[in-house]
């Protein structure tokens, strides 16, 4: 009797430890998705808040905190590639000149695909015209991550 109850036990530990790995393996997984889909979700409400009457140049700046030093924009539709100076300059451009004036109202991610180091989204810009609220077309973004930050954006719209 002694030698079952201690097989049982035995066999209980292994699968407890058998399972925890399992479990552990998931968690990092999901981790690591869960963080680029948190970064994600960072970039457009920092955005939200720099498309806002009244934002400012630290809006602007904590956009620019999670990208990389290399970062790079690409919009073929409008002018191709930029790199991190060059569309920091843009968004204080659009600022000074009232580009910024609260009409976007909100962005609403209609679908993700999170991947290994990349994630591609499909939104839409809710905007305030003429006192109604309206949403825009459908746009893709593909994101790009390296270390932690976004390393490169490409429009498909």
Known sequence: MMIKTSANYLLSTLLVILLMGKISAQEVILTHKDSLNAMVEKYYE???????????????????????????????????????????????????????????????????????????????????????????EEQMTLFEFRKGKIFKIFEYW
């Open 46 to 136: 920092l955005n939200l808040k720099v498309f806002q009457a009244g934002s400012n140049s630290i809006d602007i700046d904590n956009v620019f905190k999670i990208f990389t030093e290399d970062f790079t924009y690409v919009h073929p539709k409008y002018g191709g590639v930029y790199t991190r100076q060059d569309l920091y300059n843009g968004y204080i451009r659009n600022q000074k000149n009232g580009g910024y004036n609260g009409q976007v109202a909100d962005i609403k991610v209609v679908n993700k695909i999170i991947g290994q180091n990349a994630a591609v989204v499909s939104r839409i810009f809710i905007r305030k015209e003429q006192g109604q609220i309206k949403e825009g």
